[in-house]
């Protein structure tokens, strides 16, 4: 009786330490507010850059087992001509651009510990609305081709929705490079 009584109390705890370790849950969010999220991803062309694409002979095409999980951490760049640095250069997937401001890679948008599992509602507002890293407000501006300039005006409620969507698609584990500095490469 008490050995029944003390399993289920270690059960009890057990289940309250792991729900603390829960991420947010999607369920905040209703079935409306993903659908709108994902009707405003597609359109807005998010995907142009945050997801890998497979080279088809129709040229480049999504790869939906990626998406959205930005810059491949394990492709590496292509040789960068010194001769061409007056222009802004694109790799073949529009993950990885070289520019005035050095090299930079799209951020893995999928709700994976190295995307936005762990971001709030808050950061997400403030780095497509306020161009800052990671969301948070102290934090350098986001590079170039990343146009948050284009969202400013953006809805709260449009924006939640976006991370409602991003929140509720396939996590893929990417840990995207940092960006590299002017003249390092
Ligand atoms: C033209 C390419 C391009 C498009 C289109 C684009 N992004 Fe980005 N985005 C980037 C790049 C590159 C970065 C990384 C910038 C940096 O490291 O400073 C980025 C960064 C971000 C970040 C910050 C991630 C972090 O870790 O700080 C978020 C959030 C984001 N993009 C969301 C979006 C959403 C949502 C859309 C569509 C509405 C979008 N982006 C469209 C290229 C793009």
Avoid at 162 to 183: E, H, Q
Wanted: with cysteine.
């Amino acid at each position: 009786m008490k050995k029944t009584f003390l399993t289920l109390i270690s059960i009890g705890i057990t289940l309250i330490v792991l729900q603390s370790f829960q991420n947010v849950p999607t369920a905040k969010y209703s079935e409306q507010q993903i659908a709108k999220g994902k009707y405003l991803v597609e359109i807005m062309g998010c995907r142009d850059c945050h997801s890998p694409k497979k080279m088809t002979a129709q040229g480049p095409a999504i790869d939906f087992d990626n998406d959205l999980s930005g810059h491949p951490a394990a492709m590496p760049l292509g040789k960068i001509d010194k001769g061409s640095l007056g222009w802004v250069l694109f790799n073949m997937m529009n993950t990885a651009a070289v520019g005035p401001w050095g090299v930079s890679f799209s951020a893995n948008l999928t709700p994976h510990a190295t995307g936005i599992g762990n971001w709030t509602e808050e950061q997400f507002i403030t780095a497509l609305k306020e161009g800052k890293s990671k969301g948070i407000k102290t934090a350098r501006p986001l590079l170039p081709p990343m146009p948050w300039q284009n969202y400013v005006n953006l809805k709260k409620e449009d924006a939640v929705a976006m991370f409602a969507y991003l929140k509720s698609i396939k996590p893929v584990n990417n840990l995207v490079p940092a960006p590299i500095a002017p003249g390092a490469y």
